[in-house]
């Protein structure tokens, strides 16, 4: 038996079988977890349920996070299904691609920053809107993916790394707000992972290489890491975290000069 069995999911941001969310619902099915899953648009809904019916779930529902009255209606035909969720997995971040390459100062544009403010920080807070109802009274968790560009300037992450702290920040204050309703909110700072949506980052691969060569454990990040904690964070072995950044990132964020550099 699984420390989530009888636990509902919900996971939002499931793109590819190497997405994170789907090291996420993997590892959280392996725990004994039910599943539920969004797809952002009709393109996207074969795949997410193809890859949600391995995962023993027929449930997939159609949800643009930029639209208020998409993400309520995620919810009511969830509720003709499930009581109320246990967890709810966000996984989801977005800005055009031309904000992501170069000089964050001439690549950024009120259009662009507002758009990935929207998409990767608000939309958290969004669906704990929505979804509240069905969070209260079952020891809830909300979680989230963020990263170390928002906490340091990395080349070319440019807007998403302004995002991310605003995803942050939003964190605790969802935690601070939503805590007396006995709902955990959190987050995983990952490592870089080789995902669709970090193929939008010009030099992707030098990071990646920079990064096997100094984090303490000499090796990238897995989805498999980040779906692993996940499952715990938003399991009752957890019951006491809130409002937490978990690095996931073997060590890398707290190096000050790599040892092959010294």
């Given at each position: 038996?699984?420390f989530l069995n ?6 939002v941001?499931l793109a590819?079988?190497?997405s994170i969310?789907s ?9 004994g977890a039910?599943l539920a ?5 009709d393109?996207?809904?074969?795949r997410v349920?193809k890859m949600?019916s391995?995962l023993g779930?027929?449930?997939t ?12 209606k995620?919810?009511?035909s ?5 009581d109320?969720i246990?967890?709810?997995v966000?996984?989801?971040a977005?800005a055009p691609?031309?904000?992501l390459?170069g000089?964050?100062v001439?690549?950024?544009t009120r259009?662009g920053?507002g758009?990935a403010?929207d998409?990767s920080?608000?939309?958290f807070?969004a669906l704990a ?13 909300m979680?989230?993916?963020?990263y170390?560009g928002?906490?340091r300037?990395?080349?070319?992450y ?6 991310k702290a605003?995803?942050?920040?939003n ?5 601070n707000g939503?805590g007396?309703?006995n709902?955990?909110?959190n987050?995983?700072s990952?490592?870089?992972i080789r995902t669709?949506a970090a ?6 691969r030098?990071?990646l290489?920079f990064y096997?060569?100094a984090?303490?454990?000499r090796?990238?990040i ?21 409002g ?7 060590g890398?964020?707290m190096v ?7």
């Amino acid at each position: 038996m699984g420390f989530l069995n009888g636990k509902r999911v919900l996971i939002v941001g499931l793109a590819s079988n190497r997405s994170i969310a789907s090291g996420v619902a993997t590892a959280m099915h392996e725990q004994g977890a039910e599943l539920a899953f969004s797809y952002q648009n009709d393109k996207l809904k074969p795949r997410v349920e193809k890859m949600a019916s391995e995962l023993g779930s027929s449930l997939t529902f159609p949800c643009d996070l930029a639209d208020d009255d998409s993400i309520s209606k995620l919810f009511e035909s969830l509720s003709k299904h499930w009581d109320g969720i246990d967890a709810i997995v966000h996984s989801a971040a977005f800005a055009p691609g031309g904000q992501l390459d170069g000089n964050y100062v001439d690549a950024v544009t009120r259009e662009g920053f507002g758009i990935a403010h929207d998409i990767s920080s608000y939309s958290f807070v969004a669906l704990a809107k929505a979804g509240r109802s069905m969070l209260q009274n079952r020891n809830g968790a909300m979680l989230t993916m963020t990263y170390l560009g928002a906490e340091r300037a990395l080349p070319n992450y440019n807007v998403m790394g302004l995002a991310k702290a605003s995803l942050e920040a939003n964190i605790r204050y969802m935690a601070n707000g939503l805590g007396p309703e006995n709902i955990r909110v959190n987050g995983i700072s990952a490592g870089p992972i080789r995902t669709l949506a970090a193929s939008g980052v010009k030099s992707f691969r030098t990071m990646l290489k920079f990064y096997e060569d100094a984090t303490p454990m000499r090796r990238n990040i897995t989805i498999e890491d980040v779906g692993n904690t996940a499952a715990f964070l938003c399991s009752d072995l957890a019951a006491g975290i809130t409002g937490e950044i978990v690095h996931v990132d073997n060590g890398f964020h707290m190096v000050g000069m790599p040892e092959n550099l010294a």
